[in-house]
């Protein structure tokens, strides 16, 4: 079975083109594909495939390590568009893609006629807790509220990008045990589907530090749609203006919280690394 190597930022994806060949356990394959000992390495699998929808070009389905999916992925969508575009599966560079987070609509930057960089617009983000989801008394936002873990407490904005973020806006990024906190704030009983979950330092008005542990993957160099929820989640609290740059440990992505349409945009590069065939 044929297949891409890419990365967002170094958060990197097995992709395979299902328009030529099926796939027939995603889950099962994600696993073995992702393990980076027996396997090819990667942070998830993607799938290419045609969408039923009239108003999507394409449909993508993105498989975490452990083997489960998630409704979206921000840096796979940015490899997903480039992939189309320079493997000349569409002529477009504004496409439509179906995801289980609704139609996410990339855009390819081109230079010189190459993909320079790709800008994603992630659709409105999610603020209802019932919908993040977190349980708990109704409310409309989550917003610096106090969640015990074990014998801590921490102060977590909750955003859904369509996937679930936990964001904790610490004062040094650099003391955070991530491999300790991270697992534990991901399974904890209050998030009913786990969650990400991303610490955040504010540098200015402008700039944020961000470190991620993802579920079902654990800690990445980079998170997408997690970069967008901490964007929105630094203006929810105040801390930032509404187009930032974000620090991630593979580079930087550009967010915006549009204040006119409250869509999320990111821009960032999708970079291919080598094609190669797997051996069923
Ligand atoms: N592990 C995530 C999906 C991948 C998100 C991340 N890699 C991105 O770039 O958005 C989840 O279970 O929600």
Sequence with gaps: MKFTKMHGLGNDFVLIDCMEQEVKNPS????????????????????????????????????????????????????????????????????????????????????????????????????????????????????????????????????????PHCIIFVDDIE????????????????FPEDINVEFIEVLNQDEIEMRVWERGAGITLACGTGACASTVAAILNGYTNRKITVHLAGGDLVIEWADNNNRVYMSGPATEVFEGEWKL
């Design 175 to 190: 003391e955070i045990e991530l491999s300790n906190w991270g697992p534990q704030i991901e399974t904890h009983k209050v």
């Design 28 to 163: 099962q394959l994600a696993q073995e594909m992702c393990d980076r000992n027996f396997g090819i390495g990667a942070d998830g699998l993607v799938l290419i495939l045609p969408s039923d929808l009239a108003e999507a070009d394409y449909r993508m389905r993105i498989f975490n390590p452990d083997g489960s999916e998630p409704q979206m992925c921000g840096n796979a969508i940015r490899c997903f568009a480039k992939y189309l575009y320079e493997r000349e599966l569409t002529e477009k560079t504004k496409l439509n893609i179906e995801t289980l987070a609704g139609i996410i609509r990339p855009e390819l930057i081109l230079k010189d006629g190459a993909v320079e960089l790709v800008k994603v617009d992630m659709g409105e983000p999610i603020l209802r807790r019932s919908e993040i989801p977190m349980e708990g008394e109704e409310q409309e936002q989550v917003i610096k509220e106090e969640l015990a873990v074990g014998t801590e407490v921490f102060e977590v904005t909750a955003v859904s990008m369509g996937n």
